[in-house]
């Protein structure tokens, strides 16, 4: 049993409960998504905030680095410009070494150089000139003055290791034009780069942050990030070549050198040909407010429990309402039931019986005759225990008992009062049996209903009676004609061949006799109780020998179509003959009755037809109809033919008792009979429900039992 | 009259003539078994008799015998009946010295009251006897 109740609940878990655990996901999912949404819009809200501060403080940032960096060139310009607007182009180079080394050069400036129109140098302040001048015209820095485009203004190198000073320098050069205006060379101040990116290292806020300061031509002056560098080329990089074509643009994207996340600004210079970019890492921003944030999740975590609590406070107060009145409801449904049981108990003739796991009990009045000790035995056996197990609604049924040699016949309802599963719609398991029988005695009203039958019997015996004469005269006039001619044979000593012919037909007619009065113990016999499958087809067949030879002698035709091998129906068959005789009795006499109105020449004809009318899956109905051609019955009369007494003969012919008898006995039988007008005359078709073999062998099964 | 089954044959009828000698009999049943009895035991008399096994056919047998003058019927047959046989003979062969003797299983006032208004008069009831018989045929003077 615990293992069913875990079954159950599983089933109910999986199956039915499916959609009650999906309903709770998405309403706590509802009530989350309240608090959850507000943090995520307000913690967005606030990194962007951090982005736009972090981007505005880099932009002022590089325009500082900028303005700095223009303050730190353009002595350096000046003092170029100036030796270049000093120096007399015809000096010597140890001339031009002195005055160089007159001149009092800042600290980043390692080494100003002079060098000739071609690219070879003059002096430099470092090394007296000595030996065969130093060609540097393939450096850029003094390339670019040279040639048929010159550079205008001040050039910035890329950083470059020095020939003469040995170190990385980033070298400042300007074209050197005497009075005249003629191109005389270059002027070369070369700047310790290492000044510059100590100077941004030390302006650094995070471990990521990055300053550089890149050239037009794309190329990283200095660079000064996790590690400090320079010489890297960024020219191909989308932010760069943005930031190339505007004085001013924000910097977001991924560093193409070293991969980390940055936000920031790009500013160009106007004086020359340089770009400061300033720039901070992504996670390092988000990371300033990161306590902000952490707050608001905690603060709406907390608010979602809240929420979730006071959801799961409605939810089980309501369920708790739910199932006080689930209780109530009960509890008056119990109250009613008992009060319906009691007014049931007080009906006469019905005894209520209630059937639970500990035995049963009477309800309301427990005198009374044998029939609740017969229910109490009943309700006990094994075989209304298995019928009723599984029963979900009421179930009635009749029931036949025998005690001290008396019959009884009882009609059952059978009703289960327990709960019924919504799910499984079966008994909850584990519930207790709890069932209410009412039972009806029909004993009396049977045996009344037998001696309505006995006297409609009694009344066609009447006129049966006619018929029967003929029948019985007919054998007995040929016995005692074949007796005499048997007798002559002997005195005129014929041969033993014709007293044999004579004696066997003697027989032969003694035997169609007694056949006939076979057939008259019907009208004699007490009708039983039970009802036994039976073929429909014996009844058609026993009616119409008890009155098919005095159709034929009154000259109606009788046919017989139809009829099915396995089909039976549970009827007491001496009933249902009788029903066919009073039917065929009824055509008789209407065709009778149209003859006398029309004449010799209309011939009379009865048709019975058997056939099977399927409703649906369950057993057919059997139909067997008489139909007769005698014109039908009038319209104002059809409507009272089977009350009893009622009859259209002349007095003393009808006794009004065989149609309403015969619809008392089909409708005892569990179907009905009816009566319509057909083309030619009146049809009369029994309905009773069909038993099929399997069903066969189900009632022979019931039957035998101990009741 | 005191007969015995002996003196029908020396009996004579009136006139001299005996019946089966004039004309045969005709007998009308619908029961195969109850002619054959009949006839055999209608021949031990010496009487001679024909046969007929509905009122139809007994009109066609009384065409093709003109000479038969006593029919002898059952009341209750199919097709056409006894008594409709005595109508329509009477109708057909009006100015034939036809006599009818009715045979009834049992003597139902109806029938019998039927055969008289047809104006027979000659009823017998089943079983058959055959003394009843030869006294109503003697009985008709013929």
Redesign the interface.
Known sequence: MRLAAIRAQASQLFGGSLNLALKFLLVFLAIEAIPFGTAWVLTELNVRSEYREAEQSAQKTAYILLHNFEQTVEPIDSLLLNFAHALDPNSTPTEVYDSLRALSIPAPIVQVTVVDMKGFVIASNLAPPVGDPIDLSDREHISVHIGSNPHSGLFISKPVLGRISKRWTIQFSRAWYDQAGEFRGVIVASYNIFDFISFYSRLRVDPNSLIALVGTDGVVRARAAATVSFGETVSSSPPYIKGLTQAETPYDARSAIDGVDRIGYFVRSERYPIIMLVAYDKSYVRSLAEEFRLAIWITAGGLGLILLVLALLALSYHRLQQKVRASALRESARQREVHFLEAMAGVPGVCVVHVTAEGSRQIGDTSGNALPALIHEYVASPRFVAATRLLTGPQVSVEYFARDGEEFEVQLMIAPLEEIDQITKRPSEGMQRDLVVFAVDQTSKRIEENNLYQMSKLASLGEVA?GL??EI??P???????A??AL?GLQ?GMPNDHMEAKLN?II??TVRMSRIIDHMRIFGRKSGMRLEPSDPMDAIDGALQVVGAQL????VSVSVNGGSDDVRVLCRQDQLEQVVINLLQNARDAIRERRRSVG?EYLGAISIEMALEHLDTRAPLVCISVKDNAGGIPDQVIEKVFQPFFTTKPPGQGTGLGLSVSFGIIRDHGGTLSVENAFEGAVFTIRLPGLHEAQLAATRQHLPADF | MGMTAAGLHASPLPGGARVNEMSPLLIVDDEPEYLDEILEALAYEGIEAVSASNGAAAVAMLRQYPDIRVVVTDIRMPEMDGIALVEAARGEFGNRDLHFIVVTGHAAKSDLERARAAGVRNCLSKPLALDDLRRAIQSLQV
């Open positions: 006619t004469a003929h005269n007919q007995l006039g040929v016995i005692r004609l074949a005499t001619n002559t005129k037909r032969q007619q034929r002698l009154e000259n010799v």
